[in-house]
């Protein structure tokens, strides 16, 4: 089951006065923060969705419920589940499993669904590579050698960043935090660890200071 909490609402729609019991959901990457698309639930379909952690939405011309990816695979794991003020709109932040759009587009305003923050689409990158050929893929080549030698490669990459470090070799830095980055990443999806997670540590780490 996913986790709903945030700072945000938490989802508690009202469906009651909707009309034909159908309110807007609003889908948004809770990586990159980019709109993905907009569809409608009807409470079924919200219930549905918080039940499989699969977004599920009513089709007004089908008049059924419909996961969205059930044809194509392109799932959209959710993360959390938001109402607005008024409880008469949800905002879903979500993963996506693919291009969104049935046109293939990242999102259904043909946006390139991209973080401001490249580390997200870094590790979204190393998300869909690990299950590639070995033969043709590093990423691939990592998660198949498992956890022990990729947590080996994390621990070379940091001795080898604190060496560049040490002979004040800036390019070097810059080439073996990127590296030590990278591969920490790839430990992190091996052990089911998002970046999200690791930046909520670190912000309940910022506690405010008391004024002296």
Request: charge should be negative.
């Amino acid at each position: 089951m996913f986790n709903d909490a945030s700072k945000g609402r938490e989802a508690a729609p009202d469906f009651s006065n909707a009309p034909e019991g159908l309110l807007p959901a609003v889908v948004q990457d809770v990586q990159t923060g980019q709109v993905l698309m907009l569809g409608y639930m009807n409470a079924e379909a919200f219930a549905q969705t918080r039940e499989s952690g699969k977004v599920t939405f009513f089709s007004r011309s089908k008049q059924r419920l419909w996961v969205k990816g059930e044809s194509s695979g392109n799932y959209l794991a959710v993360v959390r589940l938001l109402s607005d003020c008024d409880a008469d709109a949800i905002l879903v932040k979500a993963i996506p499993q693919g291009p969104v759009c049935h046109t293939g587009d990242d999102t259904c305003w043909q946006e390139r669904n991209e973080s401001g923050f490249f580390l997200y689409t870094l590790a979204d990158i190393i998300r869909r590579r690990r299950h590639d050929d070995p033969e043709q893929s590093y990423t691939a080549r990592l998660f198949e050698a498992g956890v022990p030698k990729m947590a080996q490669k994390v621990g070379e990459e940091a001795v080898e960043t604190v060496i560049e470090a040490l002979v004040d070799n800036r390019e070097r830095l810059l080439e073996e935090s990127a590296d030590l980055l990278f591969h920490l990443l790839a430990l992190w999806e091996a052990k089911g660890v998002r970046l999200e997670d690791v930046e909520a540590v670190l912000q309940r780490r910022n506690k405010p200071r008391k004024p002296e």
